[in-house]
């Protein structure tokens, strides 16, 4: 049997509370009962078939320290969630600049914030395909008033990104 890393064991606590909270906003009054949870590498996958839609709605995010990445597909949209566990808080609305560097290539993408800590970045569909094969992504996220760096291992992104394609219809 696989052991886990070590530290493994509050990531995988705190992103499944993050990723909880995503697709809570997005299918809030949906059925707990109908939600799938599951380990793929370094990604922690919950899918939600939504009760009155019968979307799945799949979210699937790495984090360490408190900082997370994550791609999504909620109502049949992409986009990707990023945390940043340091840095001056943000308002909801908030304009953030994120670069995500992944294996070489470098992706520029601006996001809003929805509270002091979580930003959401829609329609990345196009730049699923940009993180492919990486093990690893380095993010940086700028506001007018802050930048911050941090990195995040994200092995297993390859079947991460297939289950978000998936229930997105891509």
Known sequence: MRRPRPGA??????????????????????SRAQERRRVVGDFVVVIDKDPLTLAENVA???SVGG???????LEGKV????????GAPLSAGDGV????????RTLRLSGAALNARDIEIPGAEAQLAALSGA?????????P????TFA???????RAIAMVRLACGL
């Open 9 to 30: 064991a509050a990531s995988l606590a705190a992103a499944v509370g993050v990723v909880a909270l995503a697709l809570g906003l997005a299918t809030a009054g949906a």
């Open 152 to 158: 995040l291992p994200v092995n297993g992104i390859d």
């Open 97 to 104: 600049g994120a670069e995500i560097r992944a294996g070489g």
């Open 135 to 143: 093990s690893r992504l380095e993010i940086a996220l700028s506001t």
């Open 145 to 148: 008033a802050n930048r911050e």
């Open 67 to 73: 900082n997370l990445f994550g791609l999504r597909c």
């Open 79 to 86: 986009s990707f969630g990023l945390r940043a566990a340091g």
């Open 60 to 62: 699937a995010s790495a």
